[in-house]
């Protein structure tokens, strides 16, 4: 299994530019999300969605968009590009969300970004 | 704001030695997890607790929930180089009665010298 995929790997932006760091998952997993995580920090959750047709914001939304047209991808849209953009993203899927147990993400290898 | 600290950031020891790092809130987390991350990876899911006081081992890895299920440590004998890494833990806290959040903590830096 393939599990969670995203592309592209590395990108360099300018400021300004626009670009989409696509996520696919098969899985058959409801729930995705987007984070990023900053050098020494934790990650960050900017948006998730909990099925095709939902999503919603997390911590830090802001200059980012998502949407979510089919169960497999969850692509996320920078529109104006700026430097505290820069980071590395994951993308993660789960089968549920809210189970006592605690609900196992899987996550993407990340994409690699940098504005300048 | 809810925030998960993690100590130490950073951690370097020898090979066959053992370690201990820590997490820690003022939140109360329904769950809480354990993830390691590799260098352009992933994290990767090692442990879920869900009581407080639990403890969980996995091979040489011993993870141990606090008993008001505030913070958590884990626990790892004999370091191996393998077990190099970025540890991340995540808790899961409740917002309303029905939707809850996970926080991630910013992570401890494990390296295990041959």
């Known amino acids: 299994n393939a599990g969670v995929t995203q592309t592209p790997k590395f990108r360099i932006l300018k400021i300004g530019q626009s670009m989409t760091l696509q996520c696919t998952q098969d899985?058959?997993?409801?729930?995705m999300y987007w984070y990023r995580q900053d050098p020494g920090m934790g990650l960050k959750l900017i948006y998730y969605s909990v099925g095709a047709g939902i999503t919603d914001k997390g911590e830090v939304p802001n200059g980012y968009n998502v949407s979510r047209s089919t169960t497999e991808d969850f692509p996320l849209r920078l529109e104006l590009a700026a430097p505290s953009q820069t980071s590395v993203y994951f993308c993660?899927?789960?089968?549920?969300?809210?189970?006592?147990?605690?609900?196992?993400?899987?996550f993407g290898a990340g994409t690699r970004l940098s504005v300048l | 704001t809810q925030l998960l600290e993690q100590s130490p950031q950073f951690l370097s020891i020898q090979e066959g030695e053992n370690l201990t790092v820590y997490c820690n809130s003022s939140s109360v987390f329904s769950s809480l997890q354990w993830y390691r991350q590799e260098p352009g990876e992933g994290p990767v899911l090692l442990v879920t607790?869900?009581?407080?006081?639990e403890v969980k081992k996995l091979k040489r890895l011993t993870f141990q929930f606090g008993d008001a299920r505030k913070d958590s440590s884990l626990h790892i004998t004999a370091a191996q180089p393998g077990d190099t890494g970025l540890y991340l833990c995540?808790?899961?806290?409740?917002?309303?009665?029905?939707?809850?959040?996970?926080?991630f903590g910013s992570g401890t830096r494990l390296s295990i010298r041959p």
């Open positions: 993660a899927s789960s089968y549920s969300h809210d189970t006592g147990a605690g609900d196992i993400q899987y």
């Open positions: 607790v869900v009581t407080g006081g």
């Open positions: 899985m058959n997993h409801n729930y």
């Open positions: 995540a808790g899961r806290v409740r917002v309303t009665s029905s939707a809850s959040k996970i926080i």
